[in-house]
């Protein structure tokens, strides 16, 4: 039995890392193709879907879900470092890297689940503990649920306003 050479010691462990992420990677375009095909649309409906929205909407949306993300970062970050008794300093690099993935990871598995197992497992890395990083990241879930059930509330009493009141839509109200 011949021995595999070693060239680099951990080079096994990267390639098993890499074929791991790659292989979750499939398994998310995977989903992401048969979702569509579950609901009946074709490839052509979809194109058609995306083709209708104008070019000049793109630069905008892409700079608001920048913003929404790397918002995300920093809230953790600040979160991280207002834990108290031991608080932790990670750098703004590191907590936008892991919020990006676990965004990535979120469009194909529950974001609510992947941010924090993401951020956990890249966190670790510089010895933070496990239950801070997660529940760092399940704090600022939480603050971002309040938010959201306020906007809601408030977004549902314009539109209400807006229909019997202004006898049409919220527009007609704003």
Known sequence: MTQMPTTAPGR?????????LALWFAAGVGLVCLLPALFG????EIAHGVAAVPLTVLPPMIAAQALVVLAGARKWQIVLRALPEQPVRLDF????????????????????????????????????????SIGGSIYEQMVDFLVLVAAGSASFVVWM??????????ATFL
């Open 161 to 170: 306003l807006g229909t019997f009141v202004g006898g049409g839509t919220s």
């Open 41 to 44: 649309l074709g490839l052509s």
């Open 93 to 132: 690099g590191l907590c936008s890297t892991a919020t990006t993935l676990g965004a990535l990871a979120g469009q194909v598995l529950p974001i609510q689940i992947v941010t924090p197992a993401i951020r956990a497992w890249l966190a670790r890395r510089y010895d933070v503990p496990l239950l801070r």
């Open 12 to 20: 096994f462990v990267a390639s098993s890392r890499a074929l791991r």
